[in-house]
Structure formats: structure tokens, C-alpha cells
């Protein structure tokens, strides 16, 4: 049996690196994304592409049933999104704090109302959500992206505490600087390991928390920032 597993925002950056890490394991792979790009990468993956926005309540509606009519089951599902914009504390437009629910923190909800089902019919699943660091430590001039991630953590935990009975577990990956962004130079000076992370690195990170070696993993919030924060 196969495994089936789902990845948004799947185009590039770090989800086409975790679509190609996923299918190098051995998963059947669904990438779903707005750009056209993402077909082709679901060509050289030998998986499937699925056209669409995840602050669409009915495009991840139709993703999921896609995925279900040609594999029949999911196991896995990595919610990634684009950045939401960013601004003066008090200067972010009330349409752009609710674009950035719709994006970074609905599009989770959604997509786990649709696939909890499943994999409570199948015994189990594994959802990781691709994060950020603001979530623990928050950066004024992304006030969006910090405050709907840390938002994001507590249903991260919720979700784990109501599900893991199920055998569904659910993660979140928190990155710290990523280079397929340009990083500047004294940024890069403030990270321990004296770099950003490559995609497929947090990659990696995703596919141990969906594989079965993290069985006993659930609830967390996982830092993947070179040693970028100091918090607890």
C-alpha cells in the first residue's frame, strides 16, 4: 500500500522541497498550488497537481476529493502557505489581517475539517504545518505572520489533544531563515550556525514528524532555526 500525502503551497521553496523529499521516500504525492509551475514538478514527481488557493474553502475542498478519487486515501498532509503582508503594528488593514486568517491560519482549519475524516477511517494520518519562528518570538514588522502563527500553535495542540486517540497526530515546523529568500547580511551574523536553512533541511524535518519514527510525537511546535532563538 502506497502512501498518499498532501502538500500545499507545493510550487517551490520549501514545499516543492518537501514534495520531492516525500516522493524520494516513497509517497504518492498531491501538490497543490496556484502557480503552473507546480505541474511540473508533479511531472518530474510522477504526482499529481491540483490548481488552487488554500484561503479557498471550496479549491481545498476539491483538492482533498481529487486526492480521494484517485488514491483513495490520505496519510499525510503538509499545510504550507505564502507570507502574508506586513506593516506598522496599528497600520495593517482590517482586509489584510482577515486575507492573513483566510491564509495562515483557516486554510489549516479547513483542510483538517476535511481530512480528519478520513484518516479516522483509515486509523491514522499525520499533519505537519509549516510555521515560523515569529510564532514563539514575536517580530514588530510582521505583526500578521506573528500573531496567526501563534494562534496557530495553540490549535496545533488542541487538534493533538482531541485526536491523537485517533491516531492522528499534527506538528508544527517552525523555521527560522530560509535561503531561498534573500537573507541580509546581519541577519545571517545573528544565526548560531552562521546561515540560513536550505529547504530540503526543514524538508527533512517534515518527513521525520509524518513518518512513523515520530509516532510519539504530537501537540509540538519543532524550531528549525539554526539556533535562532533563545526563548525556551
Known amino acids: 500500500m502506497q502512501r498518499t500525502a498532501i502538500i500545499t503551497a507545493a510550487s517551490s521553496g520549501i ?17 497543490f498550488a496556484r502557480s503552473e509551475a507546480v505541474e511540473g ?7 499529481t497537481a491540483v490548481r488552487g488557493s488554500v484561503s479557498r474553502a471550496q479549491d481545498l475542498e476539491r483538492l482533498v476529493q481529487e486526492t480521494l478519487d484517485r488514491h483513495g486515501r490520505i496519510d499525510a498532509v503538509v499545510n504550507n502557505t505564502g507570507h502574508p503582508p506586513k506593516g506598522g503594528l496599528l497600520e495593517v488593514s482590517d482586509t489584510d489581517w482577515h ?7 483557516l486554510s489549516v482549519v479547513r483542510l483538517a475539517r476535511l481530512v480528519t475524516p478520513v ?8 499533519i505537519v504545518n509549516i510555521s515560523s519562528f515569529a510564532a514563539q518570538e514575536p517580530s514588530l514588522p510582521r505583526p500578521v505572520s506573528s500573531a496567526l502563527r501563534a494562534a496557530l500553535s495553540s490549535f496545533t495542540k488542541m487538534f493533538a489533544d482531541q485526536y491523537a486517540s485517533a491516531g492522528i497526530r499534527m506538528n508544527s515546523v517552525l523555521p527560522g531563515w530560509v535561503s531561498n529568500h534573500e537573507v541580509p547580511p546581519d ?3 545573528g544565526i548560531p550556525i552562521g546561515r540560513p536553512a536550505a529547504a530540503p533541511e526543514i524538508a527533512r524535518v517534515v518527513a521525520f514528524l509524518l513518518s512513523a519514527e ?15 532563538l533563545r526563548t525556551p
Open 15 to 31: 514545499g516543492a522541497a518537501c514534495a520531492t523529499e516525500l516522493a524520494d521516500r516513497g509517497y504518492a504525492v498531491v501538490l
Open 214 to 228: 515520530a509516532s510519539y510525537l504530537t501537540g509540538e511546535n519543532i524550531r528549525v532555526d539554526g539556533g535562532l
Open 41 to 47: 514538478l508533479a511531472g518530474k514527481l510522477r504526482g
Open 99 to 105: 486575507d492573513g486568517l483566510d491564509l495562515l491560519f
Open 119 to 126: 484518516m479516522q477511517n483509515q486509523g491514522g494520518g499525520a
Open 187 to 189: 541577519v545571517v551574523a
